[in-house]
């Protein structure tokens, strides 16, 4: 190979600041070490041995993460990170290595899934997130122009996508064979206890091996404490969506996609329990609201957490099955309800009676192809071999996903009623609300404006 960039060995221009989507060598019988797909990690504990199980095939010949302790946590079991360049900085990965790398596994913190995806991006490198893919509104939207503009293969690593059940339910549901939706109740147990203490928490000494500085990102600094690193940042404000961005894009990924619940009027945090300065609430029920559409009638989808065991679902009546989920997703329709498990899979009908006569029935007419592979790390690498389809969850699909999500997340922090304006990306009657679509962000950590320059 010689000195130009590998990935524009695998990419044609199609004009200034566009990309054709990229391809790598396929096809011939036996493939041999360099044809496989180069991987970078970011993020290397954690949620990031899903990455590794989904690329394990391949070449990872990279891996970042501000926290040195992370790097040999999974070395026995996917021995090939042992033998990628170590970094801490994403940065400095991407500019020194930017010529061997075809795309890149963000597993950081939510707060900053949006700086390293799309700074990838704009290096032309395929990239699959972690969810949710922002930690905003704006990081949503500006992440769809991305796509746009960039067209490398993107994906979001919301296993429940991969599935053939999410598929199923919505067949089922365009056939009519649940008649009309007009609510849905979906939701996880959890939530964390609060602390007394007032946020940012008191300054602890920064262990060896963090770069806390590097760990905080884009965001305003605030003082170590071992209280955000490396497990419980998901439950602060500034770090995390809390359990409703956790969970969202799993459980609300079947009836959203499946129905087409992209752009709420309203929505309404109808009860919450214990908010407190720089953490979530513990529990909280949020209404979003869908207005009627060619496709279906209007529509409200409400979402539950609980810092309790047992959110308080309202079930269909005619539930008859000898288990009481806590988690999921129960559609009630006029004709029949059905039940989606937590990761948006195995669809059933409430009645036991209507499930048995579904199958005796035959089911429905496969309408949507299934995924061959298996999760969305997987179902990426293919895309980039050109071994398969476009990723379902790309960021066309969960950008929007994850903007529905950020509004939920947003009604859940304030608390009341927001009334939104897709079109104008606006809340109307509380502009005070608007500057939380899009988080500060200090110098140096700059991205996406230049993509709404016209």
Not at 6 to 17: F, I, K
Not at 30 to 54: T, Y
Not at 272 to 298: H, L, M
Request: charged residues 25%; proline residues 6%; glycine residues 10%.
């Amino acid at each position: 190979m010689t000195n130009m960039r590998r990935r524009e060995a695998l990419t044609v221009l199609a004009g200034a600041g566009s990309f054709v989507l990229p391809r790598i060598s396929i096809g011939k019988p036996g493939r041999s070490a360099n044809e496989k797909v180069n991987i970078a990690m970011i993020g290397c504990a954690n949620i990031a041995k899903m990455a590794l199980g989904g690329c394990d095939s391949e070449n990872i010949v990279a891996i970042c993460d501000v926290d040195e302790r992370h790097f040999d946590v999974y070395a026995k079991e996917f021995p090939q990170i042992e033998k990628a360049k170590r970094f801490t900085d994403f940065r400095v990965m991407f500019d020194k290595m930017g010529k061997e790398i075809d795309g890149v596994c963000i597993n950081t913190p939510d707060h900053t899934h949006f700086v390293a995806t799309i700074d990838a991006m704009q290096r032309g490198m395929h990239v699959c997130t972690q969810k949710p893919l922002t930690h905003n509104v704006w990081q949503a939207r500006t992440l769809l122009k991305a796509k746009e503009k960039y067209k490398v293969i993107t994906n979001m690593a919301n296993q429940g996508h991969t599935t053939n059940g999410i598929r199923q339910m919505r067949e089922m549901y365009e056939a009519g064979l649940l008649g009309t939706v007009k609510e849905v109740y979906a939701g996880f147990p959890g939530g964390k206890g609060r602390s007394s203490q007032k946020y940012p928490y008191p300054k602890m000494p920064v262990p060896a091996g963090l770069d806390w500085d590097l760990w905080l990102g884009p965001n305003t600094p605030v003082p170590y404490n071992e209280a955000y690193h490396p497990y419980e940042w998901r439950t602060f404000v500034d770090f995390g969506t809390g359990i409703f961005g956790d969970w969202f894009c799993h459980i609300a990924d079947g009836p959203v996609w499946g129905m087409g619940l992209y752009e709420p009027t309203v929505i309404e945090c109808v009860q919450r329990e214990d908010p407190s300065d720089g953490r979530y609430p513990a529990s909280s029920v949020i209404r979003f609201d869908f207005p009627k559409e060619k496709s279906r009638e209007a529509c409200s989808l409400y979402w539950y957490n609980s810092a309790k065991d047992e959110p308080q679902f309202k079930r269909p009546a005619d539930w008859s099955w000898d288990h009481n989920p806590n988690m999921g997703s129960y559609w009630h329709g006029s004709k029949a309800s059905v039940f989606l498990d937590n990761r948006s899979n195995n669809p059933i009908f409430t009645s036991k009676e209507k499930m048995k006569e579904f199958k005796e029935s035959g089911g429905v007419a496969e309408k949507y192809p299934r995924v061959k592979a298996k999760g969305p790390h997987e179902e990426w690498v293919q895309a980039i071999r050109g071994d398969g389809p476009e990723p379902g969850s790309n960021f066309e699909y969960s950008a929007r996903l994850s903007e529905v999500g950020a509004l939920g997340v947003l009604a859940q922090r304030f608390g009341g009623r927001i009334e939104w304006d897709a079109k104008k990306a606006t809340i109307k009657y509380r502009p005070d609300l608007n500057k939380y679509l899009k988080d500060p962000v200090r110098k140096g950590w700059e991205y996406g404006d230049d993509l709404w320059r016209k």
